[in-house]
T-cell receptor, first 112, second 113 residues
């Protein structure tokens, strides 16, 4: 089976740094995606990792360790608008090519 | 920019009705997906399609069917709507390239009374 785990909720203050962890156990791995979803809106793509290491994109970075089945999303210089749900998703291989297995999302609240 | 358009933002139907949710994408994507999203349960895959007239069951296909007669359009059908199908329904599409993300529509909030 597929199992994607991430914390349910996190809180942080404006200007701080927050790290959202994701662990996964899947039959086959073809990349890991992070999405951001504001309340009442569609998920939007943030980052993609398929090789081990850190990918940086402005205030957001994403890290992957395939041997550990582990990823994190790092958000720097937090702003109020970063309050949202962050979804971790793993892409499978073979017959499941194309589909994503989603975690339940981490609800991040940024306080002033 | 990729555009995934869902036919309705809000929809109210009655128990037992046959309900159609439509989704259209404009990027010639091979893959299309239907999810439902419920509080505490996250995104759950109902059905997906990787080509015209092809479909695969996701994790919760019971009570639903799909149709993909044209590449750009993927329809979700609730054969006989029930109250436990009240939910947010999200359509997504993607290309076959492994590193390309799924792009989501704005969602349809469906209420079954």
């Amino acid at each position: 089976g597929q199992n994607i785990d991430q914390p349910t909720e996190m809180t942080a203050t404006e200007g701080a740094i927050v790290q959202i962890n994701c662990t996964y156990q899947t039959s086959g791995f073809n990349g890991l995606f992070w999405y951001q979803q504001h309340a009442g809106e569609a998920p939007t793509f943030l980052s993609y990792n398929v090789l081990d290491g850190l990918e940086e994109k402005g205030r957001f970075s994403s890290f992957l360790s395939r041997s550990k089945g582990y990823s994190y999303l790092l958000l720097k210089e937090l702003q109020m608008k970063d309050s949202a749900s962050y979804l971790c998703a793993v892409k499978g291989r073979g017959s499941t090519l194309g589909r994503l297995y989603f975690g339940r999302g981490t609800q991040l609240t940024v306080w002033p | 920019d990729v555009k995934v358009t869902q036919s309705s933002r809000y929809l109210v139907k009655r128990t037992g009705e046959k309900v159609f949710l439509e989704c259209v994408q404009d990027m010639d994507h091979e893959n299309m997906f239907w999810y439902r999203q419920d509080p505490g349960l996250g995104l759950r895959l109902i059905y997906f399609s990787y080509d015209v007239k092809m479909k695969e069951k996701g994790d919760i296909p019971e009570g639903y069917s799909v149709s993909r007669e044209k590449k750009e359009r993927f329809s979700l059908i609730l054969e006989s709507a029930s109250t436990n199908q009240t939910s947010m329904y999200l359509c997504a599409s993607s290309s076959l390239q492994a590193n390309q993300p799924q792009h989501f529509g704005d969602g349809t909030r469906l209420s079954i009374l």
